[in-house]
């Protein structure tokens, strides 16, 4: 009997063989990792439409957003986990710092009107909305060895890809390296610590919960969706993220909006935040001389 993988040479060994074998992967989870959703835009979205796909389990995705646009991103089944990278376009050394955006807050646990935070002190994106409250700012992603030990194969071409390597994978279509992959923010899943210190998962369903960041910097935003390395389930289970970003009209108003500081409801919400905001309009100013 041939083996699996002399099996595969024998059909890839030609031109013609390795077209056919090639078309024959279509349908498999890793081609399947995006696609463009059908049907019509949620209720609220109102401005020019940049970016609307969905990304399925084991799926990446990364792409350059301007300031002022607003991201949403829905979980539709309620089983999803999102690793979430942002970096500023313009300058990517300076990217989302999770200890600062927890110490400066003093919150770890991140809801609407919480900023995403950089090592410079600046807001990379602002929580605008979040019907979810579900969010992990502790535990980073899983790597190829946890998904290895835990499911049998956790390399980034397999079918239980890491997040790491995903979050690596879409940060080099943008030009950047292994080495921008910081620490994440994982939205739709929960993480709490109790007084002893011991972190608690909750991976507990929510179908069609959605959070929206507005970017106050042009940025890049990099995901994977992939179980949480706290989820012990044997099976690799993630449900299909949609992202939708959209850049409102400059007259807007509302909580997708970018319309100045005096209309801005999370800017002076504290003390920290406020500073932030003033830092990052200081680094805007500086950029427009």
């Given at each position: ?6 099996g ?18 279509a ?13 019509g ?13 969905v990304?399925?389990a ?5 792409r ?21 990278l ?15 955006t927890?110490?400066?807050?003093w ?19 602002t929580v ?9 700012c ?14 049998g ?38 993480v ?24 106050e910097?042009?940025?890049i ?16 289970t ?8 959209w ?6 108003a ?21 500073r ?10 500086g950029?427009?001389r």
């Amino acid at each position: 009997m041939v083996d699996e993988v002399q099996g595969t040479d024998a059909q890839t060994g030609t031109l013609a063989g390795a077209r056919d074998h090639a078309r024959r992967q279509a349908g498999t989870a890793g081609a399947a990792a995006s696609s463009v959703p059908v049907g019509g835009l949620p209720d609220g979205v109102v401005g020019a439409v940049l970016w609307n796909e969905v990304i399925e389990a084991g799926g990446y995705t990364s792409r350059r957003l301007p300031r002022g646009s607003v991201l949403r991103l829905e979980d539709t089944g309620g089983d999803a986990c999102v690793q979430l990278l942002v970096h500023n376009a313009i300058q990517p050394a300076e990217r989302l710092n999770v200890a600062d955006t927890v110490k400066v807050q003093w919150q770890a646990y991140l809801a609407q009107g919480a900023l995403l935070l950089s090592d410079m002190g600046r807001v990379l994106m602002t929580v605008v909305a979040d019907t979810s409250a579900r969010h992990d700012c502790l535990c980073g992603c899983s790597t190829r060895a946890s998904n290895t030990a835990l499911y049998g194969d956790g390399g980034a071409s397999g079918r239980q890809p890491n997040g790491r390597d995903l979050l690596a994978l879409g940060l080099a279509k943008v030009g950047l390296s292994r080495l921008d992959v910081g620490p994440n923010v994982n939205l739709f899943k929960s993480v709490r610590v109790d007084a002893s210190g011991a972190l608690h998962f909750d991976g507990g369903v929510l179908p069609g919960t959605h959070v929206e960041l507005r970017a106050e910097v042009d940025v890049i935003v990099t995901l994977a969706n992939t179980p949480h390395p706290l989820d012990d389930r044997l099976v690799y289970t993630a449900s299909p993220l949609r992202c939708l970003a959209w850049l409102p009209p400059a007259s807007g108003a509302g909580a997708g909006a970018h319309d100045g500081a005096a209309h801005d409801p999370w800017r002076a919400s504290t003390p920290e935040r406020q500073r932030a905001f003033e830092n990052t309009e200081a680094h805007l100013l500086g950029l427009a001389r």
